[in-house]
């Protein structure tokens, strides 16, 4: 079954921590085994990576009823039901999610922020909408920096495909530079310069030092357009023929499966790099974006407020 949402695990992280002390990575292990959660589940991490789905939302199914007094932590890292806790499940509840978390009144001042005044303001259609999503809040700000992206990366290519081939080869060049590659903007300008069907093909060096170096080609394609088996066999036997053995083919658009599997089998060494990989490394190195804002999450520090016994 799909992991379940953080509002779904509310009742079961309560019963388990109804008669003693838990710990969150304990029960990331319990729920899992409850939940029938395959391997795969269990170890599915936030776009973020620094964290498993599960554990996440875990952590917020007990942070919520933390503030609805219904769990309290006597000890670091540790948690166990209250009283208030304890009397809710005695009423054998078929679910605990926020809706009923807000008939707690220290619940509901925390999830509302400022309590509206008698008389006052209605409550914000943005918080009013929140207690109807699954997401814990991590995962609405992950999966909303996720679509920014996407729709940064869609621009990209779509600005790319709106310029010139050799608009095309400077942003090559740039992004190369960006990630090491050629030692400097002119010396890879000078290798990247042999313009060819609407792209790119050219070497750069894969040091500074010119050690060793890669080659490099470009189609500049239309998102409808795959590259496919013949284009990428064709630029491997140039590599055949200049005894190289590293290559990049670099699209706009995609590579056909058969491409993509020719490409696994060789004993060159080709990368294929298609247009949302492009869009990502260009976004990754800060090649024609540029930072728009800056937002910061901080945590509660446990160490500060650990006292030596």
Request: glycine letters at 8%; a negative charge.
């Amino acid at each position: 079954m799909p992991i379940p949402d953080y509002q779904s695990l509310m009742l079961p992280v309560l019963k388990l921590a109804a008669n003693a002390e838990r710990r969150v990575p304990e029960l990331d292990a319990e729920l899992a085994a409850q939940f029938g959660l395959t391997e795969e589940e269990k170890t599915r991490r936030l776009p973020s990576g620094k964290q498993t789905i599960l554990h996440n939302r875990v952590h917020w199914a007990k942070f919520y009823m933390t503030k609805a007094g219904l769990i309290a932590a006597p000890t670091r890292g540790r948690f166990i039901a209250t009283d208030l806790g304890r009397d809710l499940l005695a009423r054998d509840p078929p679910r605990i999610d926020v809706d009923l978390l807000l008939s707690y009144p220290s619940f509901k001042e925390f999830y509302r922020g400022n309590p509206v005044e008698e008389g006052g303001a209605a409550e914000s259609p943005i918080v009013a909408a929140v207690p109807t999503q699954v997401a814990t809040p991590e995962e609405q700000i992950e999966a909303a920096h996720q679509s920014l992206q996407s729709a940064l990366r869609a621009d990209l290519l779509q600005r790319i495909l709106q310029n010139t081939p050799a608009f095309f080869e400077q942003v090559i060049v740039d992004l190369l530079v960006a990630m090491g590659y050629g030692g400097t903007h002119r010396s890879a300008a000078e290798q990247l310069g042999r313009s060819g069907d609407g792209g790119v093909d050219g070497v750069i060096n894969e040091d500074r030092l010119g050690l060793d170096r890669v080659y490099v080609q470009a189609k500049r394609y239309a998102p409808a357009t795959s590259v496919g088996r013949p284009d990428v066999q064709a630029f491997v036997g140039s590599l055949v023929g200049f005894g190289a053995t590293k290559g990049v083919f670099v699209t706009t658009s995609t590579f056909s499966k058969q491409a993509i599997e020719y490409a696994q089998r060789l004993p060159q060494r080709v990368i294929l790099i298609d247009g949302l990989r492009l869009g990502d490394l260009m976004i990754e190195h800060d090649v024609g974006v540029r930072l728009s804002r800056t937002v910061q999450f901080k945590r509660l520090d446990e160490d500060f407020f650990a006292e030596e016994e």
